[in-house]
């Protein structure tokens, strides 16, 4: 299975951990080579009462900001994926799941003990608010 479609079911898990109150971020790591851009870190913000999520692109020498909607960021992220980042790792209260491309691009999809304890304080805002 390409890797695009296995981050789609990746990313299901992204969108459950939105809905279910248990995100707490999730960030694209590992490059191979020197790269400019080294990561783009996920979290969720409230924009007029709507939930989005903000990537932070963090380059070498700076950091750009940009806002986009649940399913945009979806498919933005999947076009990252293999150039340059090989990971993107969920952390949730209940668990840490870690999206891995090797270097022949096959995909595995490991879970581990959760890192956070707590989610999101926005994600529980905007479950509240509902």
Same mark, same amino acid.
């Given at each position: ?5 296995? =981050? ?6 992204? *969108? ?5 109150? !248990? =995100? ?10 020197? !790269? ?15 939930? *989005? ?6 380059? *070498?020498?700076?950091? $750009? ?10 498919? $933005?992220?999947?076009?990252? $994926?293999?150039?340059?980042? =090989?990971?993107? $790792?969920?952390? !949730? ?17 490991? *879970? ?19």
């Amino acid at each position: 299975m390409p890797f695009t479609e296995t =981050f789609n079911e990746f990313y299901s898990t992204v *969108q459950s951990s939105l809905a279910d109150g !248990t =995100f707490a971020k999730l960030t694209m790591a590992k490059t191979i080579g020197n !790269t400019d851009l080294k990561n783009i870190y996920v979290r969720p913000i409230l924009l007029e009462g709507d939930l *989005q999520l903000e990537l932070k692109y963090k380059h *070498q020498e700076e950091e $750009l900001v940009e806002i986009h909607s649940i399913i945009a960021t979806r498919d $933005l992220l999947k076009t990252y $994926l293999n150039n340059p980042f =090989f990971s993107a $790792l969920l952390f !949730t209260t209940e668990m840490d799941l870690v999206y891995k491309l090797n270097k022949k691009r096959a995909v595995s999809i490991t *879970q581990k003990a959760p890192s956070f304890a707590h989610a999101s304080p926005v994600i529980l805002d905007y479950l509240a608010g509902k």
